[in-house]
Nanobody, 113 residues
Framework: QVQLVESGGGLVQPGGSLRLSCAAS????????MAWYRQAPGLQREWVAK???????TYANFVKGRFTISRDAAKITVYLHMDGMKPEDTATYYC???????WGQGTQVTVSS
C-alpha cells in the first residue's frame, strides 16, 4: 500500500504563488498517473490536475494557465505549482494515486489579503 504525504500549503495573498508537494512511500506510484484534487468547505471534492507516468498533463479549466503539475525524475514526488492565486482557490488540496486509489491527508491552502 502506498502512503502519500502532502506539504507546502499555507496562507498566500491574491496573485501570489505556492508549490505543493506529494511524497510517496511504501508501494510507490511510479507506474501510475497522479492527480491533485481540492475541497473547499461545504463543497464537493473536485479534480484539479493530472499527470501520467509519461508526463502528459491535463488541467481543470478553472486552473488552466495558472497551475502546473509535475513529477520528479524518480517519479516519487509530485508537485503542484500554483501561480496567480485567487481567493476561490482556498481549499484543502489532496494528492491522489490513480490506479492505487490512495489519498493523502491533505494540505490547507488559504488565499486571502
Amino acid at each position: 500500500q502506498v502512503q502519500l504525504v502532502e506539504s507546502g500549503g499555507g496562507l498566500v495573498q491574491p496573485g501570489g504563488s505556492l508549490r505543493l508537494s506529494c511524497a510517496a512511500s511504501g508501494n510507490i506510484f511510479g507506474a501510475y498517473p497522479m492527480a491533485w484534487y481540492r475541497q473547499a468547505p461545504g463543497l464537493q471534492r473536485e479534480w484539479v490536475a493530472k499527470i501520467t507516468y509519461g508526463g502528459t498533463t491535463t488541467y481543470a479549466n478553472f486552473v488552466k494557465g495558472r497551475f502546473t503539475i509535475s513529477r520528479d525524475a524518480a517519479k516519487i514526488t509530485v508537485y503542484l505549482h500554483m501561480d496567480g492565486m485567487k481567493p476561490e482557490d482556498t481549499a484543502t488540496y489532496y494528492c491522489f494515486s490513480v490506479g492505487q486509489n490512495a489519498w493523502g491527508q491533505g494540505t490547507q491552502v488559504t488565499v486571502s489579503s
